[in-house]
């Protein structure tokens, strides 16, 4: 279940830097009896030429308290982001931070601790990076072209192989699975299914394992969140 990170901020800039901003919200529901899970609140900002400088979300429950937030910073690198993500409910922690191509990882939950520098090696993807991957390799996409990358788990500490390739298409949409590149990990790991619109290439529905941890009783269950996840911006 630690593959849940698959398939999460520099808002003080100046207007000088930051001239865009994109708001939207992703609501997650259960697959099983289509109840609400959490929300998503995404903050995006963009230069002028419309390049991503740095995105937040906050992460709230049904009753609209928040529980976790992440911050991204992309002015290191598009398709890998500084991050860092703190689940106030179980006391999970991520920083994560990008130099030269070598990613120092600090990871905190109630049963694993890691400190560790990580080679980002070839095409790599961090968090959110994912979607800036995708605009690079849209055309591909498109076309029917499987694209292949290495996905930085924080939650074990190294990279993992993936791919993700054309599930369908029609008018309106393009639907992308997900998937681990290992066959074995295939077989155990359910595919993630991405739906994006055509037209603004922007996410309108995610179905799949989470990087949510389950939380119930006021304890976390050492499993993820499985959900469908609409996004309305």
């Known amino acids: 279940m630690k593959y849940a990170f698959l398939i999460f901020s520099i808002l003080f800039y100046s207007n000088l830097y930051a001239s865009n ?52 910073d992309f002015l290191n690198g598009q398709t890998t982001p500084n991050m860092t993500f703190n689940d106030i409910r179980t006391g999970t922690k991520i920083t994560l931070s990008v130099e030269n191509d070598i990613a ?34 849209w055309d591909s996409l498109i076309n029917g072209e499987i694209v292949h990358f290495q996905f930085l788990a924080p939650t074990r500490g190294e990279l993992i192989n993936f791919r993700v390739a054309r599930r369908s298409i029609d008018d309106e949409y393009l639907y992308l699975v997900l998937q681990p590149d290992n066959w074995l990990l295939r077989v155990l790991v359910d595919d993630i299914n991405l739906k994006y619109s055509k037209e603004n290439k922007q996410i309108v529905e995610f179905k799949g394992l989470t990087n949510i941890e389950e939380f119930s009783a006021g304890k976390d269950t050492d499993k993820y969140v499985t959900a469908k996840i609409l996004y309305k911006y």
């Open 104 to 137: 120092a990882l600090k990871y905190i939950s109630k049963d694993d601790r890691i400190d560790t520098d990580i080679n980002l090696k070839g095409v790599t993807v961090v968090d959110a990076g994912f979607d800036q991957l995708l605009l690079d390799e």
């Open 21 to 72: 901003m994109l708001k939207f919200t992703g609501v997650a529901y259960s697959i099983e009896d289509n109840q609400i899970q959490y929300t998503e609140e995404h903050t995006q900002i963009f230069n002028d030429k419309n390049t991503i400088l740095s995105s937040s979300v906050l992460y709230k429950n049904p009753n609209g308290e928040v529980f976790a937030e992440k911050k991204l």
